[in-house]
């Protein structure tokens, strides 16, 4: 990772550290308080972050067009791990994937309990688009297109039906077409709309916008075969995680269907069609670039 | 109830049943299609519909605001019942009340699962902003102002925040003031985000909206209050649910605080400081008059 990735990464994480626990406790008088607990347990999801993929992505994609700063991408970066979190806390519920660590912390329902924990997700999602909707430096026709974008993305035809798929499908046989149509849902359509909203907040052209989808859409599915890999592969200690899990659970990966090294490759040839999607950009979006190496070549 | 409200009841309903299973199942070669259990699980909710009032109240307001028609209102219309569902179904999960029976059918995880139940709420939850954003009768600002109001409405300092408060009192004491705190979250937050939704549909100026609120909030909690009522003293036939319920959990309601009468009292005070609000508003809101007086009457 060069200087200047990690220096941007380490940026981004600290306005998140900052921004996103709060937005739990949303301010203005005319508008009640969030029940503390509530709150608590919030702020304990967005401030336990992850690799913060998605509105690291979504600035990307706004410097790739142009953007000076973060100014305009801040909406819809917060919202994008808004999402993202509450997804992550419904699915390590025990009636879904019953996942007790997150992180390496406890899951919230194991830190508080189920009752909490799906409300602090069903919270969050609703704070996601009065988040982008109270911008107060996108204009209206901006906001509207990125919750539709968001919307779709993190809805039945995409996150959520990715996810039901994905929890029908434990113990069955999967194709490898079956497998990448469900992680475009699951995993892949949250992360292309991260790179739409990005390019929608610094007014990306219909070209444009295509071009970050194409690569949003190879990433996205690499970062689901390094996921595999990593299960396989990978560092319990760095990983936050236990390994194997994939496994044990017989889902289908990647990995059961490629092997190691089919998976490697496929890995390989997904960054560089990501790479190819960015060919009309210039020096701008090799933040992109630099990120989609990152995304394939992580070892968490 | 008016031969006039019947026929309007009638219309709106026949418009829900055929327009709201259907969003489960969104159109547009553009997007992938949902999971066909989950599409048909989302469907079994959204058409096993209740009293509509959300969507009614909205409507409703928009022709106290001299909408023609329906046309303008039929989105936000349509995403109040989308989340007022998906709490439903949130809400029956074991890990929160605990509800076999949703009107007298079946609740969703227990006809489907509680994953798929999980999952069912999240999806109809993205799809009610979804819905908003894609109209093509509002224009932006519209949107956005309505997205704000429901999110907020219908997120942790709303619905979310009053779902929770009642789940952790379940059990402990609590005074009018706190009671109708918390319901002026659980439920009051979404009934006045419908009054504001269909004045936003209207054009209406701040003044009508704050007229509409004033109205929404009174009758907010006489809705609660007849609830509580009818929990004690309704038929269980026509209810579709078993009464004695709330008391049986030990939670605090308006009964237990009032006695019977004087929650009857409280029901008639609310009704009228809900027709006070409408005041200024001339026979255009008789629609909206007739409503509450449904709502205090109602047996079921």
Redesign the interface.
Known sequence: MSPELARFLQDCEQDFQQALPAL?Q?PGSD?????G???EA?AYSLGNGGKRIRPVLCHAAAAALGAADRTRSAAPAHALELIHT??LI?DD?P??DDDDLRRGQPSLHRAY????A??????L???A??VI??SDVL???Q???M??VL??A?????M??G???D??ATGTDMDLAALQ?MH??KTGALIRAALALGGIAAGASEAQLRALDDYGRHIGLAFQVVDDILDVDGDPSALGKTGGKDAAANKPTYVKLLGLDGARQEAQQLLQAALTALETFGASADRLRELARYIVERDR
Chains 1, 2 share one sequence.
């Open positions: 739990c949303p508008c009640p308080a969030v029940p607990g509530l709150a919030g509450y997804s419904h519920l009636a879904m309990d189920e009752a909490t799906i409300l602090v997700g069903d919270g999602q609703a704070r688009f009065e909707a109270g204009d209206a026709a906001k509207v297109a919750i539709g919307a779709r993190s809805g039945m035809q995409g959520v039906g996810q039901y798929i929890i029908h149509a475009q849902l």
